[in-house]
Antibody, heavy 123, light 107 residues
Framework: EVQLLESGGGLVQPGGSLRLSCAASGFTFSSHAMSWVRQAPGKGLEWVSS????????YFADSVKGRFTISRDNSKNTLYLQLNSLRADDTAVYYCAKSVAVPGTWGYYFDLWGQGTLVTVSS | DIQMTQSPSSLSASVGDRVTITCQASQDISNHLIWYQQKPGKAPKVLIY???NLKTGVPSRFSGSGSGTDFTVTITSLQPEDIATYYCQQYDNLPLTFGGGTKVEIK
């Protein structure tokens, strides 16, 4: 079965750190770009970060640049997001998403999503 | 950054009604637009990609159109299982940006 399973969310104090993981199965993980998208409670979707299939290209939203790091271990079919210097406005459900790179564009769309993991930043 | 403006932000319609949601990009994105459906408590799912291509398995009552800056998704006959929030997203350029969402309810 093709699926993504996130883990690592939880309650963290402002300024703290957290590492999210996303375990992929059912497809050739190394062949696909992967991304993180978040959704604050009751709000819309916000792209956070993407990484190419071969790990060489990484992209970040301005809101997280310098604080979050994306990485992947293709031998373990796992995507990671390291969240540092967390703020209250980082509180959200974080979704891992298999990403489609479209020729002629600089971006991706997301054709498979995980169930999400909740990160709550609060003292 | 490319801004995506969706309207309306919410709508209420009867079963069987035709429903149209619009999405406007702040600059030309060709057909590099996708529509997602998100049901309460669930992750989003792809409905339409490339502005007008229905994903396999999505009911044919859904359709998408548009190019450049103006896009629409239409549900020709609203069904109870279509209750969800719908989002557009441009993938023409980074940063990737979403519309604010349209919440569809049954009247």
């Amino acid at each position: 079965e093709v699926q993504l399973l996130e883990s690592g969310g939880g309650l963290v104090q402002p300024g703290g750190s957290l590492r999210l993981s996303c375990a992929a199965s059912g497809f050739t993980f190394s062949s696909h770009a992967m991304s993180w998208v978040r959704q604050a409670p009751g709000k819309g979707l916000e792209w956070v970060s993407s990484i190419s299939g071969r790990n060489s290209d990484k992209y970040f939203a301005d809101s997280v640049k310098g604080r979050f790091t994306i990485s992947r271990d293709n031998s373990k079919n796992t995507l990671y997001l390291q969240l540092n210097s967390l703020r209250a406005d980082d509180t959200a459900v974080y979704y891992c998403a298999k990403s489609v790179a479209v020729p002629g564009t600089w971006g991706y769309y997301f054709d498979l999503w995980g169930q999400g993991t909740l990160v709550t930043v609060s003292s | 950054d490319i801004q995506m403006t969706q309207s309306p932000s919410s709508l209420s319609a009867s079963v069987g009604d035709r429903v149209t949601i619009t999405c406007q990009a702040s600059q030309d994105i060709s057909n590099h637009l996708i529509w997602y459906q998100q049901k309460p408590g669930k992750a989003p799912k792809v409905l339409i990609y490339g502005a007008s291509n229905l994903k396999t398995g999505v009911p044919s009552r859904f359709s998408g159109s548009g190019s450049g800056t103006d896009f629409t998704v239409t549900i020709t006959s609203l069904q109870p299982e279509d209750i969800a929030t719908y989002y557009c997203q441009q993938y023409d350029n980074l940063p990737l940006t979403f519309g604010g969402g349209t919440k569809v309810e049954i009247k």
